[in-house]
């Protein structure tokens, strides 16, 4: 598959960056609190502190067994940033934030109901983003989801339905409830209008619509979110919410007091034109810094297999490599990272770093079956930091560590004592110490998917299995003992 469509080019990913983060057995990780700019102030969709599932960075010891810290290449802390233009160290933060602010708006977005189904797309892109507001006005929260671009589709559903899975299985949910009913949100649209003389066409595969009247209300009724009664009962003595409130936004008063309409990006993939939520986000970053979109992009070029992609992935990181770090992410899924790749190519070039004082030597991994993908659990790592040797290996449900000669073994119990609380009763303490073990006991992994024969590293995906991960350290009885031990 190629997406969006270009001629035969394939256009692609993006970059990750956080959810649940998993315990990993390195400390002192680089703190995502900086921008990519020293002293800039945190942005939206970064994180402090480790995430395993998808290390994004170089220059510092690996956080879990495999790969360093998280987060695209940093600058050298130690040397002075370079001279501050406007605010662009903000836009490319934004940028390369998309997909953790995307991925919980298309999550959010998903939750109204399921839409299995992929849409045939519109015609032109003001038709795209019509199908997506005015199916809401029709109460067709089903038709809006399946008309966004089918990579995000596909994405958005497998991560939600995975997650309602095993909220289901921990008796959080009852077992009726599906992606159709979980959110006790309905949203309706009215009088919708589009200024197609303002449409902004960034290149042969992206168009930007411009929204300026209609109104949006949106009912949300808690009570009808399908928590089981048992849940209820326990975590909530006073019973279930019951709230109703309803809010109505004037689309068209909006634009006369910000002078802005409501930008739509829609992308276009095969001969069909769908609305991007990930593109939307991306072009509002852009817009606000009066920066325009890359008339040229960085082309997907994956790996043979799952674990060559892990692998190159690895490589590209340590050796600050961003555009094969970019070529290696998913062509249809993370496509706005590929067409926004060379601005951040050339913003990056001129961020000053010090020299790559961390190398992966060795990546042992195996793979297993994961949704929508192939799952790379990594099993040991052998690795150079500032000219010291360093590894780590799973070993059942701990991680053994070796660094300048001395050994260390962290497991379950040992990151459920560093978390106890001498007010924490004993059973929930012992239900900690099962929850670590069995999370340390599922690996670090990434998951990887295929497009075209071709195998990439999904940001998104190894985010949402990092979460799932959580949750499937967990047992129906661990959950009941914990809300006991709070009444």
Same mark, same amino acid.
């Given at each position: 598959?190629?997406?969006?469509?270009?001629?035969?080019?394939?256009? %692609? #990913?993006?970059? +990750?960056?956080?959810?649940?983060? $998993? /315990?990993? @057995? &390195? *400390?002192?990780? =680089?703190?995502?609190?900086?921008?990519?700019?020293?002293?800039?102030?945190?942005?939206?969709?970064?994180?402090?502190?480790?995430?395993?599932?998808?290390?994004?960075?170089?220059?510092?010891?690996?956080? %879990? #067994?495999?790969? +360093?810290?998280?987060?695209?290449? $940093? /600058?050298? @802390? &130690? *040397?002075?940033? =370079?001279?501050?233009?406007?605010?662009?160290?903000?836009?490319?933060?934004?940028?390369?934030?998309?997909?953790?602010?995307?991925?919980?708006?298309?999550?959010?977005?998903?939750?109204?109901?399921?839409?299995?189904?992929?849409?045939?797309?519109?015609?032109?892109?003001?038709?795209?983003?019509?199908?997506?507001?005015?199916?809401?006005?029709?109460?067709?929260?089903?038709?809006?989801?399946?008309?966004?671009?089918?990579?995000?589709?596909?994405?958005?559903?497998?991560?939600?339905?995975?997650?309602?899975?095993?909220?289901?299985?921990?008796?959080?949910?009852?077992?009726?409830?599906?992606?159709?009913?979980?959110?006790?949100?309905?949203?309706?649209?009215?009088?919708?209008?589009?200024?197609?003389?303002?449409?902004?066409?960034?290149?042969?595969?992206?168009?930007?619509?411009?929204?300026?009247?209609?109104?949006?209300?949106?009912?949300?009724?808690?009570?009808?979110?399908?928590?089981?009664?048992?849940?209820?009962?326990?975590?909530?003595?006073?019973?279930?919410?019951?709230?109703?409130?309803?809010?109505?936004?004037?689309?068209?008063?909006?634009?006369?007091?910000?002078?802005?309409?409501?930008?739509?990006?829609?992308?276009?993939?095969?001969?069909?034109?769908?609305?991007?939520?990930?593109?939307?986000?991306?072009?509002?970053?852009?817009?606000?810094?009066?920066?325009?979109?890359?008339?040229?992009?960085?082309?997907?070029?994956?790996?043979?297999?799952?674990?060559?992609?892990?692998?190159?992935?690895?490589?590209?990181?340590?050796?600050?490599?961003?555009?094969?770090?970019?070529?290696?992410?998913?062509?249809?899924?993370?496509?706005?990272?590929?067409?926004?790749?060379?601005?951040?190519?050339?913003?990056?070039?001129?961020?000053?770093?010090?020299?790559?004082?961390?190398?992966?030597?060795?990546?042992?991994?195996e793979t297993s079956e994961a949704?929508?993908?192939?799952?790379?659990?990594?099993?040991?790592?052998?690795?150079?930091?500032?000219?010291?040797?360093?590894?780590?290996?799973?070993?059942?449900?701990?991680?053994?560590?070796?660094?300048?000669?001395?050994?260390?073994?962290?497991?379950?119990?040992?990151?459920?004592?560093?978390?106890?609380?001498?007010?924490?009763?004993?059973?929930?303490?012992?239900?900690?110490?099962?929850?670590f073990s069995n999370l340390l006991?599922?690996?670090?992994?990434?998951?990887?998917?295929?497009?075209?024969?071709?195998?990439?590293?999904?940001?998104?995906?190894?985010?949402?299995?990092?979460?799932?991960?959580?949750?499937?350290?967990f047992e129906p009885g661990d959950?009941?003992?914990?809300?006991?031990?709070?009444?």
């Amino acid at each position: 598959m190629t997406y969006p469509d270009s001629g035969g080019q394939q256009w %692609g #990913p993006h970059n +990750p960056q956080q959810y649940p983060q $998993q /315990p990993g @057995p &390195y *400390q002192n990780q =680089p703190n995502w609190q900086q921008g990519p700019y020293q002293g800039q102030p945190a942005q939206p969709g970064y994180h402090s502190g480790p995430n395993p599932t998808m290390p994004y960075g170089a220059n510092q010891p690996p956080q %879990g #067994p495999g790969f +360093p810290g998280e987060g695209f290449p $940093q /600058p050298d @802390p &130690y *040397q002075p940033g =370079p001279p501050k233009r406007r605010r662009t160290g903000l836009v490319i933060s934004a940028i390369v934030a998309v997909i953790a602010i995307a991925g919980g708006v298309v999550v959010a977005v998903w939750a109204f109901n399921r839409g299995d189904s992929v849409a045939a797309g519109a015609q032109n892109p003001t038709e795209a983003a019509t199908n997506l507001v005015s199916s809401l006005g029709n109460g067709d929260v089903a038709g809006m989801l399946s008309s966004l671009a089918p990579g995000e589709a596909a994405l958005a559903r497998d991560m939600l339905n995975d997650t309602i899975d095993e909220l289901k299985r921990l008796e959080i949910l009852k077992p009726e409830a599906d992606a159709s009913n979980v959110s006790g949100v309905e949203l309706k649209t009215e009088n919708l209008r589009f200024d197609d003389s303002a449409a902004e066409q960034v290149n042969d595969h992206v168009t930007i619509t411009k929204l300026v009247d209609g109104k949006l209300t949106i009912n949300s009724d808690a009570s009808k979110i399908p928590l089981a009664d048992e849940f209820v009962s326990k975590a909530m003595p006073g019973g279930a919410p019951t709230g109703k409130e309803t809010e109505t936004v004037d689309i068209g008063e909006q634009v006369q007091r910000t002078g802005e309409p409501v930008r739509i990006a829609t992308v276009k993939s095969g001969e069909a034109w769908y609305p991007s939520l990930f593109y939307s986000v991306a072009d509002y970053a852009l817009a606000e810094e009066d920066m325009e979109w890359p008339k040229n992009a960085i082309p997907a070029n994956g790996a043979g297999s799952p674990e060559e992609a892990v692998q190159q992935m690895a490589t590209a990181l340590t050796n600050q490599d961003l555009r094969r770090t970019i070529e290696l992410l998913p062509p249809d899924e993370m496509a706005v990272l590929h067409d926004v790749g060379p601005l951040l190519l050339d913003t990056m070039g001129r961020v000053p770093s010090g020299p790559n004082e961390f190398k992966i030597d060795k990546l042992d991994t195996e793979t297993s079956e994961a949704t929508g993908g192939t799952k790379v659990i990594i099993t040991s790592f052998q690795g150079t930091v500032q000219g010291q040797q360093i590894s780590a290996r799973q070993s059942g449900d701990c991680y053994e560590m070796t660094s300048g000669g001395q050994s260390q073994r962290l497991c379950g119990s040992d990151i459920a004592s560093e978390l106890q609380d001498e007010d924490l009763p004993p059973q929930v303490a012992a239900t900690m110490e099962k929850v670590f073990s069995n999370l340390l006991g599922q690996g670090v992994g990434v998951i990887t998917t295929e497009v075209d024969g071709k195998h990439y590293v999904s940001p998104m995906r190894s985010i949402g299995d990092s979460f799932l991960g959580v949750l499937r350290s967990f047992e129906p009885g661990d959950v009941k003992e914990i809300l006991n031990s709070l009444n």
